[in-house]
């Protein structure tokens, strides 16, 4: 049901928001696991996604030639702040906005879990995801062509099975670890090799770099 995924969203807003709380000035400036972003960025990236509507994405992809890595960056250039404060006050203000551009709302979840390790994992810092929340981020990325962000076409090479799931999808050597390591793997981050195990784990884990 889409309508439960809003209450998801916040709940993990929230929890990003409580961590993030706790950073000192360098923190902010750690590399995150999105390539070419700082922790901070991240955060600045979810404040403009949080505020993104259907009709200013089209808009704005359309200002930026419909370049979507320009737009992303644009948008973190404008929501950073002044000062890392700034970007978490500024977050604050969205946690609990509904909008969304054109996609699919499990992407909201896609967004939030995803980035939340992005920021969480160079930082040391655990945080326990509610089970339905990765489990739908992982089915959605699953279904979803490389050319929006997802991993559909690695379907027809591996077989991902969620040892904490019921998920398993694809064809060809498998590849078994939790959820939320497959989810970062399929959604282009890397992961510790220990995470997945299974014939096609190795050749997986590399093909991710």
Same mark, same amino acid.
């Given at each position: 049901m889409s309508s439960d995924v809003w209450p998801m969203v916040h709940a993990e807003r929230a929890a990003l928001i409580d961590d993030l709380a706790r950073l000192d000035d360098a923190q902010w400036e750690l590399p995150s696991?999105?390539?070419?972003? @700082?922790?901070?960025?991240? #955060?600045? &990236?979810?404040?403009? @996604?949080?505020r993104t509507t259907? !009709?200013? =994405?089209?808009?704005?992809? #359309?200002?930026?030639? =419909?370049? =979507?890595?320009?737009?992303?960056?644009?948008?973190?250039?404008?929501?950073?702040?002044?000062?890392?404060?700034? @970007?978490l006050?500024?977050?604050r203000r969205v946690a609990s906005r509904t909008s969304t551009p054109p996609a699919p709302l499990d992407s909201r979840l896609v967004e939030?879990?995803? &980035?939340?390790?992005? !920021?969480r994992r160079p930082l040391g810092l655990a945080h326990s995801y509610p089970p339905e929340a990765v489990a739908r981020s992982l089915r959605l990325q699953l279904r979803t062509p490389a050319s929006f962000g997802g991993a559909k076409e690695l379907t027809a090479r591996v077989r991902l099975t969620a @040892?904490? #799931?019921?998920?398993?999808?694809?064809d060809g050597p498998e590849v078994r670890g939790p959820a939320l390591s497959?989810?970062?793997?399929?959604s282009g981050r890397q992961v510790v090799r220990d995470e997945l195990d299974g014939p096609g784990a190795a050749a997986f884990v590399a093909s991710r770099r």
């Open positions: 696991l999105c390539a070419g972003w @700082t922790v901070r960025d991240v #955060a600045a &990236h979810l404040v403009d @996604t949080a259907r !009709i200013g =994405f089209v808009v704005g992809l #359309a200002r930026e030639r =419909f370049d =979507f890595d320009r737009q992303n960056a644009r948008g973190v250039e404008r929501e950073r702040g002044a000062s890392p404060q700034q @970007t006050q500024r977050l939030q879990v995803v &980035h939340g390790e992005d !920021i @040892t904490d #799931a019921d998920l398993s999808a694809g497959l989810l970062l793997a399929v």
